[in-house]
């Protein structure tokens, strides 16, 4: 078999899955931001009835998948592989909403970068020839996100001007070796970087080069440059972290500010009190199979990078006083094949 | 492309990766138990020189996939991927260790199935086209698990005599599209399965379903049966799950008293007071670098079911009442392909 690798980092596809359906369902308050129109359900009470957030947290990541199979008129048994993964520990919300599933669960943990991960994975999954369906699914929650990494909510802390908040929402992708795209066409996987930041709430700063260090190694791969997309998408870095990714892809000769879009800047808008954006892995989740793909079907555009990036930190590495190792993740997807 | 599923959870490889190398280090006290001789290191401090148990748990997953690279003189950039996982939350023992070695890196979470899931992923990358080289390593550590998920060592709790002994130890193996095996022929994915043990210290008996549902599911898929393997391993099910995994068996009639090992049965002996057996990432993750792999190349085994289980809780979700789902992912290894 000829190889599909091509450069250090990335992987073309020969035959490029489809996604074939997609799901977003956000709580209430990202069903007040800008892109309220583009999701699928807005929570109105972000317990959904489950008697903690962390079993409603793994009751939306559970109605996801639900609503991406039946958007498609498939079951749980169609589908060969399940990704998934969530923030919390030991990924419970992925772990216990694949329970109910029993579809073959594949536990990822790549804290926000988890979206891209699992795309990453059920794409290959397809064109390795391993799978005919596979789903691509995370969650994040505030409240869940808040009282394990943070503070109980009840303290009521203040926030920090770099600190951003954690999306309500679950998103989830069915890929499919049959359908007519749009198309995940390239992988590139990330390293991790850790460029010594050791504040919790500085996440984007920590992250931008975790993503500078993936764009880059995308374009030195595939000889494609930001010309080349329409968008290149990164998952939470928020306002800091955005213009830190400028700064150092100006300093590797590349710049994307013209056609950046981050998820966290997106999902809310700065009436909301949300400090540097949102993040968690269901921001760039929800974005993604609300708002990004969406509109790729409507021609607004035909070709991204879309990249999610992770913190990969824990409460108790943090107070150890360790630094943040970070990674990013990304694909492209094409709504044609060339 | 022809599919290389068969059944409905199993993969059959058309280009069978091989092991070409394995590490394993393990703690002090694994080092006293039966399988010492098949270990590559055997720690002296359970620290090994850090300052938490937590940087040292990182730091033999780190010194694990070193020593495996230098076995066969690879270095890191020769890697395209590394799959890693371990039992700490947001699995900072395998991220931290990620930094230090700058291979792509795809985190994973199964609790104690991890190094299954991890050698199912490695394989399937390598037999898709997408890698020449890859690597799946795990690791656990009793001082980080045993206050992570239960009480503070120096509060010196009784153990139940159900509960288990987290293995202090990791391994890694390196796959490759060349080599003279032992080959990774068929990867078995497991689903969560759940019939509603609430003891956070009966891991096994949570366990022991989801073993049986991925082995019935191996047999029916491949048309195999227990007397077409050598042996059939778990990874950690300790005396109270091998027992109900019997019992379970039985009613659907197979029968694998004869060739089942548990490796959590394995590390220790009855003389070191870890009641119900070993578990953890590690338990499995040693047993298979450390004896099983070295024996089968004498030929003492030729064809085997490498199987590890996961039970996917968090102490959130057990403070909250949940049951714990499970998992178990298996590989068959084979010394010759036919």
Redesign the interface.
Known sequence: ?????IG??T?KF??PPSIISRASIVGPKEGQGPLKDYFDEILTDDYVGE??W??AESKIFEKAVDLALKKVNLKP?DI??LFG?DL?????SS??A??S???????????CSTMA?AL??AA??I??????YTIAATSSHFSSAER?FRYPLELGNQRTPTSQWTVTGAGATILSKYGNGPYITYVT??????LGIKDANNMGAAMAPAAADTIINHFRDTGFSPTDYDLVVTGDLGRVGSDLLYEILAREGFDIKDIHMDCGLEIFDESQDIQAGGSGCGCSAVVLNGYLLSEMSKGLFNRIFFMATGA??????TQ?G?SI?C?AHGVVIERFLN
Do not use: C, H, W
């Open positions: 078999m000829m190889t599909k690798r250090t980092q992987i020969q035959s008697k903690s962390e079993l048994s060969n592989y993964g919390l520990n030991q990924i419970i772990s216990f694949a329970r599933m029993q579809i073959p669960f594949f536990g990822l943990y790549g804290a991960e990453s994975l290959m999954m064109d390795g020839g391993f799978a005919d394990q996987t990330g390293k991790v970087v850790d990969l930190l824990s409460t108790t590495s150890q360790e190792p990674i």
